[in-house]
């Protein structure tokens, strides 16, 4: 089985060179069989996984949750393995792992939502917007340890309560919603413990509903999740589930692991067991020279 790792060039730029050499380095010292893959403007992330859908191999995600949510995509219902060296703003699914897994190979759930998939945090209302603002997210001009609190404060100060239909658990809440996270791990915004009870192996999802509230609600809820303690805030409520549908009247975009996807009714549900994931925190310290 070869280890296959796949570098974003438009989000690495710089650091690319430096960090392939690093990989080939500590892959040549530990005898991996190894490919890098690199994408560019004639060949997408999307066509290099093509060529690896009837093989087993591990396909190791270079960057954050968004790079790891498109390999997810593009190796799902397939034999492969996705692993990852988390390189990116948040690393937010890395978190999780940290706190749940031993090195190796495990089975954990997957989440679809309509025609895509994930494995972390599907947000909606201003989490959606925070992590949306690509303009800050993925600015090289910022430090990545501030991108999502600037974000956080650009879109709080012009935020306003959204419309959402959500059935869940056979209940409909028609309702002003600050926010909707449907969890399957634990944390999203670079380190924001939105779902400390989630698990990636139980079946089942953790939807946050974070109701309308006055900025002041807001700012005391959004401090307090850094440790979880969001969830005693009478305007949360939590639900465990295996499925729920998201209406909105009008078309807004979600962010599902980094990612946008737009619509204005959105089915999602777990898929028990549904991927292999590979996780090596040596390897990820070595490359990332921790």
């Known amino acids: 089985m070869k280890y296959i790792f796949l570098l974003n060039q438009f989000s690495l730029k710089t650091e690319l060179t430096p960090l392939k050499k690093k990989i080939e380095k500590v892959c040549n010292k530990r005898k991996i069989d ?23 191999n591990i396909i190791i995600a270079v960057g954050g949750d968004g790079t790891i949510n498109r390999v997810l995509n593009g190796i799902a219902n397939t034999n492969n393995i996705l692993g990852y060296i988390p390189f990116g703003t948040g690393n937010d699914f890395y978190h999780t792992n940290k706190e749940l897994l031993d090195k190796g ?26 992590g949306n603002s690509e303009e800050i997210v993925h600015s090289n001009l910022i430090p990545k340890k501030y991108r999502y609190k600037l974000s956080l404060l650009s879109n709080f100060l012009k935020y306003k309560a959204r419309y959402f239909e959500v059935e869940v658990n056979n209940k409909l809440y028609k309702e002003y919603f600050t926010t909707i996270a449907v969890c399957n791990a634990r944390y999203y915004g670079g380190g924001y413990k939105v779902s400390p009870n989630s698990s990636l192996t139980d079946g089942k999802l953790e939807v946050i ?70 996780y090596d925190q040596d390897l990820i310290d070595d490359i990332l020279n921790k």
Request: proline share 2%.
């Open 209 to 278: 509903l974070a109701f309308k509230t006055n900025k002041y609600n807001m700012v005391k809820m959004i401090t307090s999740m850094k440790n979880a303690l969001h969830l005693y805030y009478p305007q949360i409520k939590v639900i465990q589930t295996d499925k729920i549908i998201i209406k909105s009247p009008i078309e807004i975009t979600c962010n599902i692991d980094g990612e946008k996807l737009t619509s204005n009714n959105f089915k999602i549900n777990i898929i028990k067991n549904g991927l292999q994931i590979y």
């Open 34 to 56: 190894y490919i890098i893959e690199i994408n560019s403007i004639d060949i997408s992330t999307e066509d290099i996984l093509k060529k690896y859908k009837k093989t087993r």
């Open 105 to 130: 190979t495990h089975t954990i759930d997957l989440v679809k939502i309509n025609d895509k998939y994930f494995i972390n945090v599907a947000c909606f209302g201003i989490d959606s917007e925070i």
